[in-house]
């Protein structure tokens, strides 16, 4: 069974630092790329940063570039997103997200169960 774990969220204050961890179990997670999504409270889901299977490129969101860094450790199974400079906006439930092709159409296949990262003072 492909199960994905997310930890590592909280309540920090403006200009703090978070780390966030996935954990994959179930699949080759070495053969896979991953994303993070998060979802703000009252909206929809926001697509945050995407690493290939090797975890030598990366992707962000412009409204995360320069202060996330999307990180994998194939050895352990795990994603990592290092989150610094936190703002309010920030604020929202973190999702991992599994991702493949699909006769050309990329998908997001599972989804952990998310973690909460509150920003505030």
């Known amino acids: 069974e492909v199960q994905l774990v997310e930890s590592g969220g909280g309540l920090v204050q403006p200009g703090g630092s978070l780390r966030l961890s996935c954990a994959a179990s179930?699949?080759?997670?070495?053969?896979?790329?991953i994303n993070w999504v998060r979802q703000a409270p009252g909206k929809g889901l926001e697509w945050v940063s995407f690493v290939n299977t090797a975890g030598g490129d990366t992707v962000y969101a412009d409204s995360v570039k320069g202060r996330f860094t999307i990180s994998r450790d194939n050895a352990k199974n795990t994603l990592y997103l290092q989150m610094n400079s936190l703002k309010p906006e920030d604020t929202a439930v973190y999702y991992c997200?599994?991702?493949?092709?699909?006769?050309?159409?990329?998908?997001?296949?599972?989804w952990g169960q998310g973690t909460q990262v509150t920003v505030a003072s």
């Open positions: 179930g699949f080759t997670f070495s053969k896979y790329a």
């Open positions: 997200a599994r991702f493949r092709w699909v006769e050309g159409i990329g998908e997001y296949d599972h």
